[in-house]
């Protein structure tokens, strides 16, 4: 707004002035107008070029995280897998184990029956011995 009245106060100004001097002043004006102009047109080139540079950069960056991304998702399908063969390998194990113990559990129930049938018949046998020879002490 004070430019437009600045500007229209150095017309006033200038309409007083004779021609020669309108001139001169209307060709100074055009000049600081080109300057600014020139002036203008690199500011708008530095401020591209500082776009393209961001816009670089940031592409750089993205590209980094993504392929960062990458690896990380990468170590972990990797651990997991290694995970997951180490659990199935325990499984393993634990199910050999299991069928071992379980082998020994039936050998020792069969060895209890065996040893259980001993007794019954020890007991049988000195049982009957007893009798006979209470039976011999009587007569």
């Known amino acids: 707004m004070r430019k437009q009245q600045q ?11 004779p021609i020669k001097n309108h001139i001169k002043r209307i060709e100074e004006m055009l000049v600081l107008l080109n300057n600014d102009l020139v002036n203008d047109a690199k ?9 393209r540079s961001l816009g670089e950069a940031q592409n750089k960056e993205r590209t980094e995280l993504h392929n ?18 180490q659990s199935k390998s325990e499984t393993y194990n634990l199910k050999q184990q299991l069928s ?15 040893l259980e049938n001993k007794v019954i018949e020890t007991d049988k046998d000195i049982g009957f011995k007893r009798r ?8």
């Open 100 to 114: 071992c113990l379980n082998q020994d559990k039936i050998r020792l129930q069969q060895n209890l029956i065996v």
């Open 68 to 85: 960062s991304l990458l690896d990380h998702c990468h170590k972990i399908v990797t651990d997991m897998r290694e995970l997951n063969q």
């Open 132 to 139: 006979n020879q209470q039976l011999n002490k009587k007569k």
């Open 43 to 51: 500011d708008i080139d530095k401020n591209r070029q500082d776009i």
């Open 7 to 17: 500007e229209e106060s150095e017309e006033d100004q200038a309409s007083l002035l």
